[in-house]
């Protein structure tokens, strides 16, 4: 796996602005027994600060208590945080799982598919701890190996780079319990085909050429209960984040206003007990929309 180790080795440590490393920095104080912190999604591309930033904290072990035994079994945890830089207000939702939790999961070994599907797109290693930056190349390698070799099963046989991500995207989005626009794919591949030519041409390199009939047979009867299991397990974390996201009411707050121009107050109550407010919060929006109207 030299050469894709090599291709993912160098994405990863792709420079960042200084807000989003100082966001990264301020993480690992936020979060116990940090190992490392990675920064993906749509504003790796765009830099548009004014956005959520996408965080992924990797640590040695879950959060005490009972928050730490949900994780356990759902992971990811996910939270909201916000850091004032240099005059500027920057928001982040951040996932966070053990790093042992993250190797498992690119490998493709469980029915979840989020963590490799995520990790073939574009990420950058943000910081990590001593002796750790390498257990993380090696991890998002995975990830892009286990997301190449699914897509040469998924996709058409012999098919080019292109063809394949295609599939495979679709495949993972349908398995997923999300709302794309048709073409969400094609805009992915679309910013950088290049890029996801060469993580298939190294993946091919590194396994000896195409896969076999036989393994390509055994890959696409393992997509069944992946699929199946998929929507299950996203309705599963929304259950979870329901009673577990941290900063729930203050992102909640953000996203109403900047979508409709409602200013939500966060209350302490609020703050505590986001789904019990979330009647009178849903009221006041509705009669802040009928006044603007």
Same mark, same amino acid.
């Given at each position: 796996?030299?050469?894709?180790?090599?291709?993912?080795?160098?994405?990863?440590?792709?420079?960042?602005?200084?807000?989003?490393?100082?966001?990264?920095?301020?993480?690992?104080?936020?979060?116990?027994?940090?190992?490392?912190?990675?920064?993906?999604?749509?504003?790796?591309?765009?830099?548009?600060?004014?956005?959520?930033?996408?965080?992924?904290?990797?640590?040695?072990?879950?959060?005490?208590?009972?928050?730490?035994?949900?994780?356990?079994?759902?992971?990811?945890?996910?939270?909201?945080?916000?850091?004032?830089?240099?005059?500027?207000?920057?928001?982040?939702?951040?996932?966070?799982?053990?790093?042992?939790?993250?190797?498992?999961?690119?490998?493709?070994?469980?029915?979840?598919?989020?963590?490799?599907?995520?990790?073939?797109?574009?990420?950058?290693?943000?910081?990590?701890?001593?002796? =750790?930056? #390498?257990?993380?190349?090696? *991890?998002?390698?995975? $990830?892009? /190996? +286990?997301?190449? &070799?699914? @897509?040469?099963?998924?996709?058409?046989?012999?098919?080019?780079?292109?063809?394949?991500?295609?599939?495979?995207?679709?495949?993972?989005?349908?398995?997923?319990?999300?709302?794309?626009?048709?073409?969400?794919?094609?805009?992915?591949?679309?910013?950088?085909?290049?890029?996801?030519?060469?993580?298939?041409?190294? =993946?091919? #390199?590194?396994?000896?050429? *195409?896969?076999?009939? $036989?393994? /390509? +047979?055994?890959? &696409?009867? @393992?997509?069944?209960?992946?699929?199946?299991?998929?929507?299950?397990?996203?309705?599963?974390?929304?259950?979870?984040?329901?009673?577990?996201?941290?900063?729930?009411?203050?992102?909640?707050?953000?996203?109403?206003?900047?979508?409709?121009?409602?200013?939500?107050?966060?209350?302490?109550?609020?703050?505590?007990?986001?789904?019990?407010?979330?009647?009178?919060?849903?009221?006041?929006?509705?009669?802040?929309?009928? &006044?603007?109207?």
């Amino acid at each position: 796996m030299n050469r894709l180790r090599d291709l993912v080795a160098a994405e990863l440590a792709t420079p960042l602005p200084a807000p989003i490393t100082a966001f990264a920095e301020h993480l690992t104080g936020v979060f116990p027994e940090v190992r490392a912190v990675l920064f993906y999604g749509s504003i790796l591309r765009t830099g548009d600060l004014s956005g959520v930033l996408d965080y992924y904290v990797l640590t040695e072990r879950p959060p005490a208590g009972w928050r730490g035994f949900f994780t356990r079994i759902l992971w990811p945890d996910v939270s909201y945080h916000e850091l004032v830089h240099d005059g500027e207000t920057l928001r982040a939702k951040v996932a966070s799982m053990t790093l042992a939790q993250f190797q498992r999961a690119v490998s493709g070994a469980g029915a979840d598919t989020t963590i490799w599907a995520r990790f073939v797109q574009p990420s950058a290693l943000v910081w990590a701890s001593a002796g =750790v930056r #390498d257990q993380v190349v090696d *991890a998002v390698a995975e $990830a892009c /190996r +286990t997301a190449a &070799r699914f @897509a040469q099963a998924l996709g058409p046989a012999g098919g080019a780079p292109r063809a394949l991500w295609t599939a495979l995207f679709q495949e993972t989005y349908k398995a997923e319990l999300r709302v794309e626009k048709a073409g969400r794919e094609a805009s992915i591949l679309a910013y950088d085909p290049e890029r996801y030519d060469h993580v298939m041409t190294a =993946v091919l #390199d590194d396994q000896g050429g *195409a896969l076999d009939p $036989a393994e /390509r +047979t055994r890959l &696409r009867k @393992a997509w069944g209960p992946r699929r199946l299991m998929g929507k299950p397990l996203n309705v599963a974390r929304l259950v979870k984040a329901a009673f577990t996201f941290q900063g729930a009411a203050r992102y909640a707050a953000w996203k109403i206003e900047r979508h409709t121009g409602v200013e939500i107050e966060v209350t302490p109550w609020r703050e505590r007990h986001p789904i019990l407010s979330a009647p009178r919060v849903l009221l006041k929006v509705w009669k802040g929309r009928r &006044r603007a109207s």
